[in-house]
Every structure is written in C-alpha cells, then in structure tokens.
C-alpha cells in the first residue's frame, strides 16, 4: 500500500449518493480503499462540505458516521 491518494469530495459525494454517471468509478476507488490496495485521504473540508449536502438530501439524525460505511467487496 505505497500509493496515497487525495480522493475529492465530488468522488466521494458521487459514490454515497449513487450519482451516475460517476458512482461506478467512484466505488471502485471507495472499495481500493476499503482494500487498503491504497491510502485515500481526504481534506479536513470535506467533511463538513459533504455534511452540508448530504443533510439536503437527508435528514439530519440519518447523516451520520454510522450510517456512511465503507463497501464490505
């Protein structure tokens, strides 16, 4: 696992809310990383511009760590 990665917010707003046509390529970097095939890293902004969105797209007791989990694949 010698490779990082900076993974953008977009991809990972892509995969968590199954937006096409980006959401397939968007799991597959979520599932390298779950693998720890490589080290994804994000910016500490990121999780508070994807609460913001997410919290339009769900309620605010639904956005939670708990419930965004990594594939299992």
């Known amino acids: 696992m010698g490779l990082r990665i900076l993974v953008d917010t977009n991809v990972l707003l892509d995969y968590l809310l199954?937006?096409?046509p980006y959401d397939r390529a968007a799991e597959q970097i979520v599932v390298a990383?779950?693998?720890?095939?490589?080290?994804?890293?994000?910016?500490?902004?990121?999780?508070s511009n994807m609460f913001f969105i997410l919290r339009k797209v769900f309620s605010v007791a639904s956005v939670s760590y708990t419930h965004l989990t990594l594939p299992t694949t």
């Open 18 to 20: 199954c937006r096409s």
């Open 33 to 47: 990383c779950k693998q720890r095939r490589v080290s994804g890293c994000i910016a500490a902004h990121s999780i």
